[in-house]
């Protein structure tokens, strides 16, 4: 199986702040990547998929890059809102994967 | 409006089958391009894919799990069901039932990513 590998595991920051998250795949998967955050005691919900893309009513200040083995997760300005812990998930193999996660606390 | 609902037990002894269902409402498991999968998450723990089942009937499971996972669909009833062989307490975790992306012509050839979730059930293997 394709290994996901994210870091941070824990991020710091407060409101306003940049923050980036990176995830690294054993193996070149293309552009197929997602983002996912969720929230103590909720199911994940999507980001980001094909690296990039946001669906309908993400907000813009996330944003995804990165192609083939390296990949990363922008908040140009976090809101409160926004603490909470981060997957990626590779889906270029039929056995998707994901990281282990980033959590991103207050400061 | 997209939903799902995972029921079952909250309770398995070791040893015991597991059996999830997944009732879903919003979209048809009989449309080309739709596909379903389960996914868990040990408490505490990162989240980890057990099996997808397509519109079409095929089927793909996880590599370590492969041997003890069966997963199925109802379409009359918007039903999908995961069954899990031989339980053990590290199989504690929340179960999720999740619908995967509509790629359109931009698909990848392995795998989606998941687009709506259930709100997860959590089952507890002990004796």
């Known amino acids: 199986d394709i290994q996901m590998t994210q870091s941070p595991s824990t991020l710091s920051a407060s409101v306003g702040d940049r923050v980036t998250i990176t995830c690294r795949a054993s193996?070149?998967?293309?552009?197929?990547l997602a983002w996912y955050q969720q929230k103590p005691g909720k199911a994940p919900n999507v980001i980001i998929y094909k690296a990039s893309t946001l669906p309908g009513g993400v907000p813009s200040r996330f944003s995804g890059g990165g192609s083939g083995t390296e990949f990363t997760l922008t908040i140009s300005s976090l809101q409160p809102d926004d603490f909470a812990t981060y997957y990626c998930q590779q889906y270029y193999a039929r056995s998707t994967t994901f990281g282990q996660g980033t959590k991103l606390e207050i400061e | 409006q997209v939903t799902l609902k995972e029921s079952g037990p909250a309770l398995v002894k070791p040893t015991q089958t597991l059996t999830l269902t997944c009732d879903f409402s919003?979209?048809?498991?009989?449309?080309?391009?739709?596909?379903m999968s389960w996914i868990r998450q040990p408490p505490g723990k990162a989240l980890e894919w057990l099996a997808r089942?397509?519109?079409?009937?095929?089927?793909f499971y996880s590599t370590s799990l492969q041997t003890r996972l069966t997963i199925a669909k109802d379409i009359s009833k918007n039903q999908v069901f995961l069954t899990m062989t031989n339980v053990d307490p590290v199989d504690t975790a929340t179960y999720y039932c999740?619908?995967?992306?509509?790629?359109?012509?931009?698909?990848?050839?392995?795998?989606?990513?998941?687009?709506?979730w259930g709100q997860g059930i959590l089952v507890t293997v002990s004796s």
């Open positions: 193996q070149n998967i293309n552009r197929w």
């Open positions: 999740v619908r995967m992306g509509l790629c359109g012509s931009d698909c990848s050839s392995g795998a989606l990513w998941f687009d709506s």
């Open positions: 089942i397509d519109w079409d009937g095929d089927e």
């Open positions: 919003g979209f048809s498991l009989s449309t080309s391009g739709m596909r």
